[in-house]
């Protein structure tokens, strides 16, 4: 089902998009399917892409290669939610969190990383 009825993400699309994000979760049972994620980062990736324009490539599940992009650390390499590529290289990335149980261990988690 398509939510995305302009160009770009209007704060009702993202209403309805953060409410088909929590039914998957409802559906599913658990915090750690990533199919609660795929609503959620697909509309704002596919957003970022709009807003973009030609040049860039825009990395999430949910979109467009519907996998998340490998993103180069200092020391180590990680998953993005969310990668933004110009030329094959990556400009930016971002995570984004819809924490639904277990805040603490959520927040603990994020704060080490």
């Given at each position: 089902?398509?939510?995305?009825?302009?160009?770009?993400?209007?704060?009702?699309?993202?209403?309805?998009?953060i409410s088909r994000?929590?039914?998957?979760?409802?559906?599913?049972?658990?915090?750690?399917?990533?199919?609660?994620?795929?609503?959620?980062?697909?509309?704002?990736?596919?957003?970022?892409?709009?807003?973009?324009?030609?040049?860039?490539?825009?990395?999430?599940?949910?979109y467009w290669h519907?996998?998340?992009?490998?993103?180069?650390?200092?020391?180590?390499?990680?998953?993005?939610?969310?990668?933004?590529?110009?030329?094959?290289?990556?400009?930016?990335?971002?995570?984004?969190?819809?924490?639904?149980?277990?805040?603490?261990?959520?927040?603990?988690?994020?704060?080490?990383?």
């Amino acid at each position: 089902m398509e939510i995305f009825t302009s160009q770009t993400l209007t704060n009702e699309e993202f209403l309805k998009v953060i409410s088909r994000s929590f039914e998957a979760f409802l559906d599913k049972g658990t915090s750690r399917s990533t199919d609660k994620l795929k609503p959620l980062h697909g509309a704002i990736a596919r957003d970022i892409a709009n807003r973009l324009g030609d040049g860039y490539e825009v990395w999430s599940q949910g979109y467009w290669h519907d996998k998340e992009a490998e993103v180069e650390g200092r020391y180590v390499s990680k998953r993005v939610d969310i990668t933004v590529k110009k030329k094959d290289k990556v400009v930016a990335g971002m995570a984004v969190k819809f924490v639904m149980q277990n805040y603490s261990q959520n927040s603990n988690n994020a704060s080490s990383g």
